[in-house]
């Protein structure tokens, strides 16, 4: 799975999750900033894409440098290799 193939799952996930229109959502797009996340919705995120992408589970400390779609498209790629 390529980034662009993560990226597209997760445009997919966050735009149910937040309410959201796919398209609007980049690899720049930041959870709180920009889509007003708080700490339960990012959990919720985390274990969607746990569960999407078969990774296991998601370290508390990698949690923390989950900011922007960007460092989850680029965390999950890492997962994958």
């Known amino acids: 799975m390529n ?3 993560i990226l597209a799952k997760m445009q ?3 735009a149910e999750q937040f309410a959201v229109e796919e398209d609007e959502i980049t ?4 959870f709180e ?3 007003g996340a708080d700490s339960v919705d990012l959990v919720e995120l985390v274990m969607a894409m746990e ?3 078969e990774i296991g589970e998601v370290e508390e400390e990698d949690l923390s ?3 922007t ?6 965390y999950l790629a890492n997962k994958l290799k």
Not at 27 to 30: A, G, P
Not at 69 to 74: I, K
């Open 69 to 74: 779609v960007g460092d989850c498209v680029n």
């Open 51 to 53: 569960e999407e992408f």
């Open 3 to 5: 980034v662009q193939d």
């Open 27 to 30: 690899m720049e797009t930041s």
């Open 12 to 14: 997919e996930m966050i």
């Open 65 to 67: 440098d989950l900011k």
């Open 33 to 35: 900033e920009d889509l």
